[in-house]
Nanobody, 119 residues
Framework: QVQLVESGGGLVQFGGSLRLSCAAS????????MGWYRQAPGKQRELVAH???????DYAASVKGRFTISRDNAKNMMYLHMNSLKPEDTAVYYC?????????????WGQGTQVTVSS
């Protein structure tokens, strides 16, 4: 059974930092491109950061230069370091393969972790 468990969210002030973690189990983690996604209230879920199996990264324009995605294949873990946080970064953050649920048919999402940035 696949599990993707996000953690590390919280309430932070404008300009602050957080590190999100994603623990993966039930998949061959190193074999998948991975991504961090977020969904703000009333908005569609969006991909904010992507990392390939080889470690190549890419970012949405809105977070480039502020967020850093990384992975540790030995630990089946992925991270998102978020700096210079803004109120518009407030959302529930999810990890998943890119594209999502790449290991099977279906639409799996974990519970996510809430990030709230106060102004």
């Amino acid at each position: 059974q696949v599990q993707l468990v996000e953690s590390g969210g919280g309430l932070v002030q404008f300009g602050g930092s957080l590190r999100l973690s994603c623990a993966a189990s039930g998949i061959i983690f190193r074999a998948y491109n991975m991504g961090w996604y977020r969904q703000a209230p009333g908005k569609q879920r969006e991909l904010v950061a992507h990392i390939t199996t080889g470690g190549t990264t890419d970012y949405a324009a809105s977070v480039k230069g502020r967020f850093t995605i990384s992975r540790d294949n030995a630990k089946n873990m992925m991270y998102l370091h978020m700096n210079s946080l803004k109120p518009e970064d407030t959302a529930v953050y999810y990890c998943n393969t890119n594209p999502p649920t790449a290991w099977a048919l279906g639409n799996y999402w974990g519970q996510g972790t809430q990030v709230t940035v106060s102004s």
